[in-house]
């Protein structure tokens, strides 16, 4: 049985943190393609159709969080997923989502199909 207790500050903070790293829709399509394999900055850069500095921000900051690992090869960086754990958690919330859209189309074709009678 779980026991009602405060948790510290410090573990909330530090889970908000890791749960901001993906509100932002950039850093998931960075880890999308990214599911694929080690791929380099400047691949990234034209997949995204972005900038570098753009791509380089954010792979700074899931780097630092612990999800990314980066290697250098000559002027070259190169990235891959290191906790794999988050395509598990992508792929609940997507689960999550396609469920609640098809239960909100289901109404829509149930009010639909009411409205024709």
């Keep these: 049985m779980v026991t009602s207790r405060s948790v510290p500050k410090e573990v909330v903070q530090q889970v908000s943190e890791y749960f901001s790293i993906l509100s932002e829709p950039m850093r998931l399509r960075i880890l999308n393609l ?6 380099c900055v400047q691949e990234l850069v034209e ?13 700074k900051v899931m780097l630092q969080a612990g999800i990314l690992s980066r290697r250098a090869e000559g002027t070259s960086a190169y990235y891959k997923v ?13 689960d999550r989502l396609a469920t609640r859209i098809e239960e909100q189309a289901r109404h829509f ?7 024709k009678h």
């Design 34 to 39: 990214l599911r694929e394999g080690e791929k």
């Design 47 to 59: 997949a995204t159709e972005t900038s570098q500095a753009n791509v380089s921000k954010h792979l």
């Design 82 to 94: 290191e906790d794999e754990l988050i395509f598990e958690l992508c792929n609940l919330v997507c």
């Design 109 to 115: 074709r149930d009010f639909s199909l009411a409205n």
